[in-house]
């Protein structure tokens, strides 16, 4: 396995070494698959999504800066494909189908686990997208405060009100759920 850093791998690529994305691809590819499915809630819009963020990559490597973070670049792409995904769907505000497995959970998971599973997405379901994004990048994709203030250009302060009210939400939103 190559163990050079994103970064280096970055600079080569924006230097004209292709082939290096696709190291960074299989490094990024379940993460960012992760954050789309879990941000659209559709299994299948959320593959040809990830798969919009490499190509993104690719084609818009110049404006990456080297020996800038590149966890911090691709995830902020990622966030432009979700924001022109849920502009061209025209579904900020709506509902949307759930699906019925999530990958990572069919193997061997007690329907207690998966029914519990079901239930919180039905609540997150209800938050709005903005919301429902700073929980995925700091709850599930285990982003830090710092990280994602800088993704969405906010003090870090204000990233962690938010996510705590974001929260206390989710939870009123579970808990009130049949």
Same mark, same amino acid.
């Given at each position: 396995?190559?163990?050079? *850093?994103?970064?280096?791998?970055?600079?080569?690529?924006?230097?004209?070494?292709? %082939?290096?994305?696709?190291?960074?691809?299989?490094?990024?590819?379940? #993460?960012?698959?992760? !954050?789309?499915?879990?941000?659209?809630?559709?299994?299948?819009?959320?593959?040809?999504?990830?798969?919009?963020?490499?190509?993104?990559?690719?084609? !818009?490597?110049? *404006?990456? #800066?080297?020996?800038?973070?590149?966890?911090?670049?691709? @995830?902020?792409?990622?966030?432009?494909?979700?924001?022109?995904?849920? #502009?061209?769907?025209?579904?900020?505000?709506?509902?949307?189908? @759930?699906?019925?497995?999530?990958?990572?959970?069919?193997?061997?998971? %007690?329907?207690?686990?998966?029914?519990?599973?079901?239930?919180?997405?039905?609540?997150?379901?209800?938050?709005?997208? %903005?919301?429902?994004?700073?929980?995925?990048?700091?709850?599930?994709?285990?982003?830090?405060?710092?990280?994602?203030?800088?993704?969405?250009?906010? *003090?870090?302060?204000?990233?962690?009100?938010?996510?705590?009210?974001?929260?206390?939400?989710?939870?009123?939103?579970? @808990?009130?759920?049949?």
């Amino acid at each position: 396995m190559d163990r050079t *850093s994103d970064e280096d791998l970055m600079k080569s690529v924006y230097e004209g070494r292709l %082939d290096r994305l696709n190291t960074l691809c299989q490094r990024y590819q379940r #993460r960012i698959f992760g !954050y789309m499915l879990k941000s659209t809630l559709n299994a299948e819009d959320s593959a040809d999504l990830a798969q919009q963020v490499f190509i993104r990559a690719l084609k !818009y490597r110049k *404006s990456y #800066r080297i020996g800038k973070s590149f966890e911090m670049w691709v @995830f902020q792409i990622a966030r432009n494909v979700l924001k022109d995904y849920f #502009r061209k769907m025209k579904i900020h505000n709506e509902r949307y189908e @759930f699906i019925d497995q999530i990958p990572d959970m069919v193997d061997e998971v %007690d329907e207690e686990k998966l029914e519990n599973e079901k239930k919180l997405i039905r609540a997150m379901e209800q938050l709005p997208e %903005d919301k429902r994004e700073l929980l995925v990048l700091s709850k599930f994709e285990g982003m830090k405060y710092e990280q994602i203030a800088e993704l969405r250009s906010m *003090s870090v302060s204000a990233v962690k009100v938010q996510v705590h009210r974001t929260m206390k939400r989710l939870k009123e939103l579970y @808990f009130n759920l049949n």
